[in-house]
């Protein structure tokens, strides 16, 4: 709860007790959860009965509602991550990696790959630990 509570002070600007739903996807973000843009957009449209604008409580609903409709799993992403090796060794290159991501599913900019590559340690021959990636990506924040 302190986290929810410390990311929506963050983003009340103006100390009201509010955030705009605009800022509904960086607080989700922050609070490491990976919603869609359409799932964005769909929390987006319910919190608008309130002027545009939600309470603390409201994020914690919405964040709630967001993990439950969450359908991406860990074995899926496994599944996926491992359809890219085609050697069955447990890596994934960097090369194949980056036109998966920018091109599957909801696509990454290629800075956001960068990132990804950043946060996972690459092997001198360019690949990452098929393992490794995946319980980074589902670790909890």
Do not use: H, W
């Amino acid at each position: 709860m302190q986290e929810i509570k410390d990311v929506f002070s963050y983003l009340d600007k103006t100390k009201q007790g509010v955030i705009d739903v605009k800022d509904i996807g960086t607080a989700l973000r922050c609070l490491g959860m990976n919603p869609t843009e359409c799932e964005v957009q769909e929390l987006q449209e319910e919190a608008q009965n309130n002027n545009g604008k939600i309470t603390l409580d409201e994020l914690q609903r919405l964040m709630n509602k967001c993990k439950m409709n969450c359908v991406t799993n860990k074995d899926e992403v496994l599944k996926f991550f491992r359809s890219l090796d085609k050697n069955m060794e447990g890596y994934v290159d960097t090369k194949e990696l980056k036109i998966a991501l920018c091109n599957a599913g909801e696509p990454l900019q290629e800075k956001e790959v960068e990132l990804v590559y950043k946060d996972f340690g690459i092997s001198e021959d360019g690949k990452i630990k098929i393992n490794d990636l995946v319980e980074g990506l589902f670790k909890v924040k």
